[in-house]
């Protein structure tokens, strides 16, 4: 078994310097909610791996390389000979706005199965991550992803849902339907403050969507506030947390670091606090560097911004 499996699909993003309508160099990155946290996971020296399809082509072999690279254990990984990689073209469009067009309508990733993932729930895990990302995909990553959470929680796993909406493939509605339900399976769910109505019902605030999801048996439920830091919420109240200060240069990525951090700090046993101070730092590691996930921290790089306050 291992410490942590993600479950999703691994993009290729090609990353612009400027415009996409003047053209110039694009360069590939792996990019995706789920494979972003199991690097981050990795990189402190847990055991993480991730399980979904990718293409059998080169651009899928880029991508299992960069995760082995990163000490992912990619060995339930499914190879797809008849369907393409997903792409996502994030072009800088200025400094601080970047954008998005995704290619992955009919991806290998898309075409997640129930099958794909049983060998990697025999094997076990101690936390089974999953996004509202991967259930947006198709009907069939749809179940993947709601039996993979049941699945995961009978067996006592920790399963972590983090909310992720794109807009790009599902509207509010379809998405709070599927998600509402789903966060039912979790033990601790993650969502940036505009996402929490997608846990409850249509326009319910913070306190109740909250005490809804604490009601249906989630012991934590974590707010994200981006440069405001987090809050946590379980049963025995409300623990918050200032940010960590840096100059931050690309925030994406940032929530995925936020979840690697704060599942971390489980694995290690770590207090309420220290997990959300975790979180709160790999964040910061991930907002002060370029990529999705090239700057997250080895554990002994925690220590750089780990003694920063703010304000
Ligand atoms: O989470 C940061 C990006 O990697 C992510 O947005 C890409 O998984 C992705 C998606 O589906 O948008």
């Known amino acids: 078994g291992v410490d942590l499996l993600t479950v999703g699909e691994a993009l290729v993003s090609l990353r612009s310097a400027g415009p996409l309508t003047v053209g110039g160099p694009l360069t590939p990155y792996l990019a995706g909610a789920e494979s972003n946290v199991s ?9 993480a791996a991730f399980a979904g399809r990718v293409s059998a082509d080169e651009l899928g072999l880029f991508l299992l390389r960069q995760l082995r690279a990163e000490g992912v254990d990619v060995g339930h990984v499914v190879r797809d ?41 025999a094997a076990g895990t101690h936390v089974l991550h999953l996004t509202g990302i991967t259930p947006a995909l198709s009907d069939s990553a749809r179940a993947a992803t709601e039996w993979a959470a049941g699945t995961a929680a009978r067996s ?11 807009s790009r493939l599902w509207s509010r509605d379809a998405a709070r339907a599927v998600l509402t339900p789903l966060a039912g399976h979790a033990a601790v ?7 929490l109505d997608l846990l409850g019902d249509h326009g319910a605030d913070e306190p109740t969507v909250v005490a ?16 405001d830091g987090a809050r946590a919420y379980t049963r025995e109240g409300r623990v918050e947390t200032a940010a960590v ?22 694995l290690d ?9 975790r979180a709160v730092t790999l964040g910061a590691f991930a907002v002060a560097g370029h990529g999705d996930w090239e700057a997250l921290p080895r554990r002994d790089e925690l220590a750089l911004l780990d003694g920063r306050q703010s304000g």
Do not use: W
Not at 39 to 47: E, Q, T, Y
Not at 86 to 111: C, H, K, N, P
Not at 247 to 265: I, M, N, Q, R
């Open 39 to 47: 690097i981050g996971v990795a990189r402190l020296g847990h055991r």
């Open 81 to 121: 000979p008849d369907r393409p990689a997903g792409l996502m073209f994030l072009e800088r469009r200025t400094a601080d706005l970047t954008r998005v067009i995704y290619q992955r309508a009919g991806s290998a990733g898309s075409a997640l199965t129930v099958d794909d993932l049983r060998p990697a729930l």
């Open 156 to 166: 006592g796993a920790l399963v972590c849902l983090d909310v992720n909406y794109r």
């Open 189 to 195: 769910v993650v969502a940036s403050h505009d996402e």
């Open 212 to 227: 809804g999801l604490l009601d249906r048996g989630v012991s934590t439920v974590l707010v994200k506030l981006g440069g």
């Open 245 to 266: 200060p840096v100059t931050a240069v690309d925030t994406v990525g940032a929530g995925d670091a936020f979840t690697a951090g704060y599942l971390s700090g489980h």
């Open 269 to 277: 046993g770590l207090d309420l606090a220290g997990r959300l101070r």
